[in-house]
């Protein structure tokens, strides 16, 4: 985008960020109804040392509006002190900085970063996948130290800690999908300082060496624990799984351009988790479980879709 290529479709959705502050062209003002009579705290006006942080999808799609609903009860039901910033949340700008528009991804962080520090906010706790790679991997290059959570880490020390417990048994027989942006892009990360430069104007290298990141260290473990301690869940491995999953095709505003493309790959993954015998799909983000509905629906299949989330909160 730096040198002026650009997708019009992209275009559309950048110009909506900008009015909005989300990639959904939605109003802005409606982006908090979500979270109406939840009694959660408003961090415009309050202070907490954890903020759930909803994202763009989540706040506009009831659908996808579940899992985010299952987070805050979940949240609550474990007695943590957090709060939200409701209309005043921002896009976490990582889809933007996907496509190339770095200066308006800077803009959102900058908004976030900023509303975050005068909440007094130390722990950042997400059900987005998407969010949680920008705030993880991206963040940090722009001054953030918060630590950040996906609600499956919160879930699963929650579990550990013996302060969520089952009481339901889900008779379900479930595939896992890997989201991208939890798993091949969620290894531990440090934001790497230093000099790069060419030997004989080819050879580029980096002083000091720059870490290699490969996705073998993701976030694949803890969503199937959480899964596997659900009582009556079985959970059935699709063939590739891990650092090896296949996308689901809507990353990158590859769904918003190339809407062909992005449908045919949800496609493949169904077939694949067909291909187990799995009664339902689930993930631990909002954007794949999207193209997954979508792209059943489209097929007049009968799989089901599920965030982990929910299948947490139906057991509670």
Same mark, same amino acid.
């Not at 896009?91 to 496509?99: E, K, S, T």
């Not at 949680?132 to 919160?154: C, D, I, M, N, W």
């Not at 809407?259 to 045919?264: C, D, K």
């Given at each position: 985008?730096?040198?002026?290529?650009?997708?019009?479709?992209?275009?559309?959705?950048?110009?909506?960020? $900008?009015?909005?502050?989300?990639?959904?062209?939605? !109003?802005?003002?409606?982006?908090?109804?979500?979270?109406?009579?939840?009694?959660?705290?408003?961090?415009?006006?309050?202070?907490?040392?954890?903020?759930?942080?909803?994202?763009?999808?989540?706040?506009?799609?009831?659908?996808?509006?579940?899992?985010?609903?299952?987070?805050?009860?979940?949240?609550?039901?474990?007695?943590?002190?957090?709060?939200?910033?409701?209309?005043?949340?921002?896009?976490?700008?990582?889809?933007?900085?996907?496509?190339?528009?770095?200066?308006?991804?800077?803009?959102?962080?900058?908004?976030?970063?900023?509303?975050?520090?005068?909440?007094?906010?130390?722990?950042?706790?997400?059900?987005?996948?998407?969010?949680?790679?920008?705030?993880?991997?991206?963040?940090?290059?722009?001054?953030?130290?918060?630590?950040?959570?996906?609600?499956?880490?919160?879930?699963?020390?929650?579990?550990?800690?013996?302060?969520?417990?089952?009481?339901?048994?889900?008779?379900?027989?479930?595939?896992?999908?890997?989201?991208?942006?939890?798993?091949?892009?969620?290894? !531990?990360?440090?934001?790497?300082?230093?000099?790069?430069?060419?030997?004989?104007?080819?050879?580029?290298?980096?002083?000091?060496?720059? !870490? $290699?990141?490969?996705?073998?260290?993701?976030?694949?473990?803890?969503?199937?624990?959480?899964?596997?301690?659900?009582?009556?869940?079985?959970?059935?491995?699709?063939?590739?799984?891990?650092?090896?999953?296949?996308?689901?095709?809507?990353?990158?505003?590859?769904?918003?351009?190339?809407?062909?493309?992005?449908?045919?790959?949800?496609?493949?993954?169904?077939?694949?988790?067909?291909?187990?015998?799995?009664?339902?799909?689930?993930?631990?983000?909002?954007?794949?479980?999207?193209?997954?509905?979508?792209?059943?629906?489209?097929?007049?299949?009968?799989?089901?879709?599920?965030?982990?989330?929910?299948?947490?909160?139906?057991?509670?």
């Amino acid at each position: 985008m730096s040198d002026g290529q650009v997708l019009p479709q992209h275009t559309r959705l950048i110009d909506g960020l $900008r009015e909005n502050d989300n990639l959904l062209l939605q !109003p802005k003002v409606t982006r908090g109804n979500w979270a109406e009579g939840l009694g959660i705290k408003d961090l415009t006006r309050d202070k907490s040392e954890v903020v759930f942080y909803a994202g763009c999808k989540p706040s506009y799609d009831a659908e996808s509006g579940k899992a985010a609903l299952s987070a805050v009860s979940l949240l609550q039901k474990c007695g943590i002190d957090f709060g939200i910033l409701g209309t005043s949340e921002s896009c976490c700008g990582g889809r933007a900085y996907d496509m190339g528009y770095r200066a308006d991804f800077n803009n959102c962080a900058e908004k976030n970063i900023l509303s975050w520090k005068k909440a007094g906010v130390k722990t950042v706790v997400t059900s987005c996948a998407d969010c949680y790679h920008a705030f993880k991997r991206l963040y940090p290059a722009l001054g953030s130290q918060f630590e950040v959570l996906h609600t499956v880490e919160f879930v699963e020390k929650m579990i550990q800690e013996k302060r969520l417990k089952f009481k339901s048994s889900i008779p379900l027989k479930i595939t896992y999908h890997d989201p991208c942006h939890l798993g091949r892009q969620g290894e !531990p990360y440090v934001p790497w300082q230093g000099k790069e430069k060419k030997i004989r104007g080819q050879i580029v290298v980096y002083e000091p060496a720059k !870490p $290699r990141y490969n996705g073998a260290w993701g976030i694949y473990d803890i969503p199937r624990k959480v899964l596997k301690s659900i009582p009556g869940l079985e959970l059935v491995e699709m063939e590739r799984i891990r650092e090896c999953a296949w996308c689901c095709g809507a990353g990158g505003g590859v769904t918003e351009a190339y809407p062909q493309f992005s449908a045919w790959t949800a496609g493949e993954r169904i077939n694949e988790a067909k291909s187990t015998g799995a009664e339902a799909i689930v993930s631990a983000c909002p954007w794949c479980e999207g193209n997954f509905r979508d792209s059943i629906k489209s097929r007049g299949e009968t799989m089901q879709v599920y965030d982990i989330l929910e299948l947490v909160q139906q057991a509670i």
